[in-house]
């Protein structure tokens, strides 16, 4: 460890740009002190810890963090050891443990978190117990070496597994320091080597791709023979309704064939594979995503075999798309957006930042020269410029969406070309913002508990759907993260959740059971419970305005596009009709009817094998047993252990043939 008042200092990074800092400081008295804060897309955490270490020099035997989180929540967060009893309070829960002590893992910390739990696994041979329970593990992955300031520094490179979702990867020095913590985007680099942060990103990307590669090596299922599903009831989305029972014939990429089992006639060699009664159901769709390339495992395990990218690093989209489109590594068929932000202290850091009128419409030229479905505008983008932008995105073939930019309404940006909105609540902020506030703070979110008192039926709301309706405007919805970032709740599970979060690990468990919102009393959080059934409601008000919702999540577990289309159906959408958008209609808005959304012969192989009839209770798309993507085969089962996620399901037999 640093010597006693010895202060570190690091760089925090998000999306590739410079957005925090993390100060350390090691006191004569053994106790570390971190101060964290961060601001990227005008919002951010600020975080102070204090830290201190038992006898073994490793184990934290006393934590508490205090601040605010991403979207300004209070934290104050306490753990104590005292003898072999160890106590906490968060905000996810309050516990106690008796015996030999374990690593305690932290609700809401500083990035500094995953060094610490990396060290005491490390320190104890690889692995150690963690609470409030799990394990975390520590592989020795890759030795390199870095520039440092007084010349190449020899570096090892550690895979950190059983805090968050994803591996995390840690660098340290000969002495064991640590020189960055890298984190599926959101890296921590030690102040003397952030000059080396491109080099550092790269390293993080090849030692994905790597991981990714071998992952997909054992889940893929690749039959080069025809493959019969039989047993399965078929979801028509034109009919509404499920198939008598059917089996279902492919070879490699396309569906060739489709006769009702007592009519189905055997092919010599084919594989064949028992639906068991199932319901087989084109691949789902996320209108929404940012996708990165671990996401392609959670997208396939849910049964989404198509996404729509609403904004990432351009470069890094384009090499990650390949890689799905081959095979190369497990992910879904990806439709992008280009991403075009205004310059502000809010700006969010990828895509395009133009600082002109004419560096904008040449970043919508560059999105067309690449096939870009369309472009995405932002929160910082300046209004006076958004009607150039849609014009030449027009004139290029592109579709133009978006958020409202900051004092401006959806009204405006209708008149001025979007051919959609994105997201519900910059909708409605349309209704509820008084002129001259800043969507491009948390009060995008935090003003939506004005909805409580929001008239469906006056003037503002009744001109904004007529336009919408007369100009053919629909919304990308992703009800779910607002469902999430208003009615989330410190020690609860959101009902959102509760269908899987038991199986996830103890870090993502905890995230998800605290309160997201800034509150200073039970008042102020019943202003959010109150107002987001108002969300549902603008949701059916425009379904049955006949204005097309888009299921979109700004989240990348797959989970939660299952909970999108719950609160479709919550709303008051027939659960038929919203299977029918999830597959067939979202294919057609995104140029891909020809060959996708249906489940018929001369189509792509892609769809779902589900346990279950959705058409009588649409949680059913929670139940996926097996999932073809462009003819490969996956079974959630086997993607879920891969994760250090404990299985929802089982893989159907494979009766006859080759289940390799």
């Known amino acids: 460890m640093p010597a006693a008042g010895h202060t570190e200092r690091f760089t925090y990074f998000g999306a590739g740009e410079r957005c925090g800092e993390l100060v350390v400081t090691h006191h004569p008295d053994g106790e570390l002190r971190t101060d964290f804060a961060v601001s990227n897309n005008g919002r951010g955490a600020e975080l102070h810890e204090r830290i201190s270490v038992g006898e073994d020099g490793q184990l934290p035997h006393q934590w508490t963090v205090e601040g605010t989180s991403l979207m300004g929540g209070q934290v104050q967060e306490r753990f104590v050891t005292d003898g072999l009893t160890q106590t906490w309070t968060s905000q996810a829960e309050a516990g106690e443990h008796s015996g030999t002590p374990r690593l305690y893992l932290p609700a809401d910390s500083s990035p500094y978190s995953t060094w610490i739990a990396a060290r005491a696994a490390l320190a104890a041979g690889g692995s150690v117990e963690a609470l409030p329970h799990g394990h975390v593990r520590t592989d020795l992955l890759h ?39 890298l984190a599926m985007g959101s890296d921590l680099v030690r102040a003397p080597f952030e000059q080396q942060y491109p080099a550092l990103a790269k390293l993080e990307g090849t030692l994905t791709r790597a991981y990714l590669h071998q992952v997909q090596e054992r889940i893929r299922h690749r039959f080069d023979a025809p493959v019969r599903i039989r047993a399965v009831r078929v979801f028509d989305p034109d009919r509404l309704t499920l198939t008598e029972p059917m089996s279902v014939t492919m070879f ?17 060699g084919e594989v064949v594979i028992d639906g068991a009664g199932g319901t087989l159901v084109a691949g789902l769709h996320d209108m929404h995503a940012h996708v990165r390339p671990i996401d392609g495992l959670f997208y396939l395990a849910a049964g989404v075999t198509t996404v729509r990218d609403m904004g990432n690093a351009n470069e890094a989209l384009l090499s990650l798309t390949a890689s799905w489109d081959t095979g190369a590594i497990a992910g879904p068929t990806v439709v992008p957006s280009g991403f075009i932000e205004g310059r502000s202290p809010h700006s969010a850091l990828f895509g395009f930042i133009p600082e002109t009128l004419e560096e904008a419409l040449d970043a919508v030229r560059w999105y067309a020269a690449r096939g870009y479905h369309q472009i995405k505008i932002y929160n910082s983008m300046n209004p006076d410029w958004v009607p150039a932008l849609t014009a030449e995105a027009h004139r290029l073939g592109l579709r133009a969406v978006g958020h409202i930019p900051a004092f401006t309404t959806p009204d405006r940006m209708i008149e001025a070309g979007y051919d959609e909105i994105t997201h519900v609540n910059q909708l409605m902020l349309g209704w509820l913002l008084d002129e001259g506030e800043d969507t491009r703070t948390p009060l995008r979110l935090t003003a ?9 039926d006056c003037d503002a709301v009744r001109h904004t759907l007529k336009l919408m309706r007369e100009r053919n405007i629909g919304l990308d919805t992703t009800a779910v993260i607002v469902e999430r970032l208003m009615l989330s709740r410190a020690r609860t599970v959101l009902s959102a959740d509760a269908p899987f979060l038991s199986h996830m690990p103890a870090g993502y468990q905890r995230q998800r059971k605290r309160t997201y919102v800034p509150f200073t009393s039970e008042d102020d959080l019943s202003e959010y419970d109150t107002s987001f059934p108002v969300v549902l409601k603008v949701l059916k008000r425009l379904h049955d305005h006949g204005i097309a919702l888009w299921p979109g999540t700004d989240d990348s577990t797959g989970f939660t596009v299952h909970r999108e289309l719950e609160l479709y159906v919550e709303a008051g959408l027939p659960a038929a009709e919203v299977l029918r958008i999830a597959t067939r209609d979202c294919a057609d808005h995104l140029g891909l009817g020809h060959s996708h959304g249906r489940v018929e012969p001369g189509r792509n192989a892609s769809f779902v094998l589900l346990d279950g009839d959705p058409l009588e209770d649409i949680s059913v798309v929670r139940d996926v047993r097996m999932v073809v993507k462009n ?18 399901s089982t893989p159907p037999t494979v009766i006859q043939g080759d289940g390799s």
């Open 143 to 181: 030795s390199t070496q870095l520039d440092g300031p007084g010349g190449p520094v020899p570096v090892d490179v550690h895979a950190v597994r059983g805090i968050a979702l994803t591996p995390e990867y840690v660098l340290t020095d000969a002495e064991g320091e640590l020189i960055a913590c």
């Open 631 to 648: 003819g490969d085969v996956y079974y959630p089962h086997e993607i879920y252990t891969e994760l250090g996620i404990r299985p929802f």
């Open 448 to 456: 939506m508990t004005r909805a409580k008192d929001l008239d469906l």
């Open 252 to 268: 490699r990429d396309r569906i060739t064939g489709m006769a009702p089992d007592e009519e189905s006639v055997a092919v010599a």
